[in-house]
């Protein structure tokens, strides 16, 4: 089993930026990919950024590109989702997610999941 717990959301004005961190335990291991989802209300979860399990490939959805960014700290088993130029449509709850070898698009690829961290950006 892997333990995902996030940290770091909160509110912000639009403009702003807020660092979001996903700390492992557990079952923990290199070849880990991660990925971030976010779910906005009444909405369905969505792709938004991840990163294999050895780094060399970081895919972000077409809205945040340029704006976020996302990175890891193997030694510390922690992921990072650094956020600029907020939106009020970045608004949701955020998950990490963790699956083996390579990260994907899809929510059901991935097996193990954090409870969320609130975002929310006013406009």
């Known amino acids: 089993q892997v333990q995902l717990v996030e940290s770091g959301g909160g509110l912000v004005q639009a403009g702003g930026s807020l660092r979001l961190s996903c700390a492992a335990s557990?079952?923990?291991?290199?070849?880990?990919?991660l990925g971030w989802f976010r779910q906005a209300p009444g909405k369905a979860r969505e792709f938004v950024a991840g990163?294999?399990?050895?780094?060399?490939?970081?895919d972000y959805t077409e809205s945040v590109k340029g704006r976020f960014t996302i990175s890891r700290d193997t030694a510390k088993n922690t992921m990072y989702l650094q956020m600029n130029s907020l939106r009020p449509e970045d608004t949701a709850v955020y998950y990490c997610?963790?699956?083996?070898?390579?990260?994907?698009?899809?929510?059901?690829?991935?097996?193990?999941w954090g409870q969320g961290t609130h975002v929310t950006v006013s406009s």
């Open positions: 997610a963790a699956r083996q070898f390579r990260a994907t698009m899809a929510p059901h690829d991935y097996a193990y």
């Open positions: 557990g079952r923990t291991s290199n070849t880990w990919a």
């Open positions: 990163i294999n399990w050895n780094g060399d490939r970081i």
